[in-house]
């Protein structure tokens, strides 16, 4: 189960996401983001509580970065441990612009 909360202000939108990103819950997601990335210039995803992403969570997120192009920036911030490590297997890190805040670099 994926919950999604998600804050738009000034043209940039703000998605927490918590739960697990997987085939059952992206296309909740894509459509959600889809309706959303119109008009947009900047796109944040909040990962720190997302426990798991799928294939298909990857997929989305690659997604949601082409649709940006040309906009404004996406950026991940919070990405935990085992998501992150996900990310790097599946080789999206230098594809995805993964933000680390001064306080995770400690």
Known sequence: MLNIEKRIENGSALYLLEGRLDTNSAAGLEKDLKETLTGLTELTLDL?????????????????RKTMDGRGPMKLVHVGEAVMTILETAGFLSYLNIEKLQDEEQ
């Open 48 to 64: 720190e509580k997302l426990d798991y992403i799928s294939s298909a969570g990857l997929r989305l997120l690659l997604s949601a």
